[in-house]
């Protein structure tokens, strides 16, 4: 029921997390697509299953991560997500964090790298290294999305998902 950012006008549902609530590894999104909306559930369309692809190269699935955006609701035509928006939904997030305290948490795209590291530095200087908030291992990458629409970046994608790996290994 919530009403407060302007997106309640127009989402058909509000999109949480979803997944495994006591996960190692949370994913972080940017907002609902038109398919998330309709469904009430986070990552089911295209990009969604490009995601479950790369859960499932480093040998997990997407039963054992958690799965969460940025932005519970849908942007009206998929623009992005407000400055206001982010804010006002940035108690959910946090909410969602806490709970499951993931020891690894990856951001896709430029949107969750900043709401989650509460920083305005572009996605080019966060992507592939490590940062720390929340209690855990923030690893920024690209959002599948912008994969699908330049797969040459794909490489990038998978060598930050390798790190995310292999410290969850230790
Ligand atoms: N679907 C989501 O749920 N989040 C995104 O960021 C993109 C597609």
């Known amino acids: ?26 994913f972080v999104g ?5 398919e998330e909306d309709e469904q009430g559930q986070p990552f089911v369309g295209s990009a969604g299953k490009l995601l479950t692809k790369i859960i499932e190269a480093i040998g997990m699935t997407r039963e054992e991560v958690y799965v969460v955006n940025t932005v519970l609701c849908r942007p009206p035509g998929n623009r992005n997500p407000e400055p206001e928006e982010i804010a006002a939904c940035r ?5 969602q964090i806490r709970l499951v305290s993931p020891r690894v948490i ?5 949107f969750a790298a900043q709401s989650v590291l509460e920083t305005v530095e572009p996605i080019s200087q966060l992507r592939g290294r490590w940062h720390a908030a929340h209690g855990a291992r923030v690893m920024a990458t690209f959002h599948p999305a912008f994969l699908l629409r330049s797969p040459g970046h794909k490489r990038e994608v998978w060598e930050d998902m390798q790190k995310v790996r292999d410290y969850l290994a230790t």
Do not use: I, Q, W, Y
Request: aromatic letters at 8%; hydrophobic letters at 40%; proline letters at 7%.
């Open 91 to 95: 108690p959910f997030l946090e909410e």
């Open 1 to 26: 029921a919530c009403e407060r950012c302007p997106l309640f006008k127009t989402r058909t549902k509000v999109v949480f997390g979803s997944g495994n609530a006591d996960a190692d590894l949370m």
């Open 106 to 110: 990856v951001t896709l795209g430029a």
């Open 30 to 34: 940017e907002a609902p697509g038109r």
